[in-house]
């Protein structure tokens, strides 16, 4: 297992878990494959739709990429109170140690209003590196 983060903005909370894809990663060529967890959860009164993403994403050398989309993996899910969305993405990096944060933006179904959520920074690490 690797980092764990959670954070709740206008009563979502997201949950973030990562883990180092050791199989799909290769050292000499500087490529570390991170595959991430993340859980959705509706805690506030209201019906919600997540729109797109925002991530910003940091490697030990300082080098800085946003990633832009609609949706998450191919979906802009509902969630009702109470409800969440649980889906899983990948991220690789030219170095053993980065970061990720990021926004997801919702729509409020009653009245339209858009509000953005925040997504946690976590890290991004080889297991070995720990030792």
Known sequence: MGTQATQVTHGIK???ETKF???HSDSENRHFLFLYA???ENKSE???QLL???WNIFDSNSVHSEVDGDGVVGEQPVLEPGESFEYESACSLTTDIGKMSGTYLMERKFDKAHFKVTIPEFEL???QRLN
């Open 52 to 54: 797109s993403r925002h």
């Open 14 to 16: 997201i949950s973030v």
């Open 38 to 40: 993340i859980v959705i």
């Open 125 to 127: 690490i080889v297991p």
């Open 46 to 48: 209201d019906t919600v």
């Open 21 to 23: 894809h050791t199989e």
